[in-house]
């Protein structure tokens, strides 16, 4: 049985569809990351299953038990906002016991949750401290605290570190991802704006836009086999090339003529059928290498960003190509103004028609 299931949820506000056909399933002990474009519904999304907002249609079941109408606080979940939300009267352990005393849970019973999750998030130096007294990045896992001590069946964090500064937010998402192998068993649902934080602790990417799911897998099946191009585009930095062409080869391998003039070879395979049609070849910037025949793109490098380790080239546009840009590996002078030719492995080529990947 799945930890959590979402049956054809749905959600509008008046008469506005906010998100519909959500349908996904959750197991136990996994970190699913919810990405997509501002206003795509990932919080509406995370607040629906915490109970925080109405569910307008489909059903959402917490192991086994439909959770639509369970007021929040029965559900057994717990959710850590971006914002602390603790209180600045209390010490670190009084804002992690204060749920459970409400609770009326017996005294040494608070003791052990606290303590235990003082462990697990090194916060016991800082038990005795006022909030005022802890750094952004201590007062965030004092708020994951609060959660852990209720031991609760799903933990839903809503961006939980975008008020951080860069540092802090790195050292406090290796935190995380530390916190989720101490608790194996934990299933975790967490919100980002992040592409690093979503490739890094997920074990499961959804992508939600267009009112619905774009694609569900492992970082590495997202990046590597997007379904379609608004995946492709919105995982990997900068955004995967799209350049226009036609099939001119079928078979195991399928060869498209560019309408920028160049050709691309991919090992996706094509039908006879095939050939003529309109495709988008996709290619990722870290994918082209700078080659001598058979270029993909041959243009002006326009702009280049030395960023150390590597170099981003940004060629000029050529007839029927957007933008294409490149990223080779360390260091690269003098190459804005010059004429490059790139090209990329096959197995690197992507093929989109109408959209969707051609990949079987
Ligand atoms: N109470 C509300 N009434 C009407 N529309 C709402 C309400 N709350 C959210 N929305 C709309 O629902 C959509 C989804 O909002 P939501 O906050 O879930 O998006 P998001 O993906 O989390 O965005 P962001 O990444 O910017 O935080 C948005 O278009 C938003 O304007």
């Known amino acids: 049985m799945s930890e959590l299931k979402l049956t054809d949820v749905a959600k509008t506000y008046g008469n506005v569809d906010v998100l519909k056909d959500i349908n996904l399933e959750i197991e136990r002990g996994e970190l699913i990351v919810f990405v997509g474009p501002s206003g795509c519904g990932k919080s509406t999304l995370l607040r629906m299953i915490a109970g925080l907002e109405r569910i307008s249609g489909g059903t959402l079941e917490i192991e086994g038990q439909v959770m639509n109408d369970v007021p929040p606080a029965q559900r057994g979940i717990a959710m850590v906002f971006q914002s602390y939300a603790l209180y600045p009267h209390m010490t670190v352990r009084e804002n992690m016991a204060f749920a459970l005393k409400i609770a009326k849970m017996p005294a040494d019973q608070i003791d052990a949750a606290v303590n235990r999750a003082a462990q697990i998030l090194q916060l016991e130096p800082f038990l005795d401290r006022l909030p005022k007294a802890l750094s952004g990045g201590q007062r965030q896992r004092v708020a994951i605290g609060r959660a852990i001590v209720r031991d609760p069946k799903v933990y839903l964090f809503d961006e939980p570190l975008s008020n951080l500064d860069a540092a802090l937010r790195v050292a406090t998402r290796i935190e995380i991802a530390r916190l989720k192998e101490a608790m194996p068993d934990s299933t975790m649902i967490y919100v980002t704006h992040d592409q ?31 379904d379609n191009e608004f995946v492709a585009q919105f995982i990997g930095s900068p955004a995967m090339n799209l350049l226009p062409g036609t099939i001119t080869g079928t078979g195991a391998t399928t060869t498209v003529a560019l309408d920028c003039g160049g050709a691309a070879v991919s090992t996706i395979p094509t039908e006879d059928a095939d050939a003529g049609k309109k495709v988008n070849v996709g290619v990722r910037p870290e994918d082209l290498v700078v080659a001598d025949g058979d270029p993909i793109v041959t243009g002006t490098v326009d702009f280049t960003e030395a ?16 933008s294409v840009i490149g990223k080779l590996p360390g260091i690269h002078r003098g190459l804005r103004g010059q004429t490059v030719s790139v090209t990329a492995a096959p197995e690197k080529i992507h093929l989109f028609h109408d959209g969707r990947s051609m990949r079987k």
């Open 196 to 226: 690093v934080e979503a490739m890094t602790l997920a074990s499961r990417i959804v992508v939600l836009a267009n009112k619905g799911i774009a694609q569900v897998g492992t970082p590495l099946e997202l990046y590597e086999t997007p």
């Open 307 to 322: 960023l150390g380790e590597v170099t981003l080239l940004y060629f000029a546009k050529a007839p029927g190509a957007e």
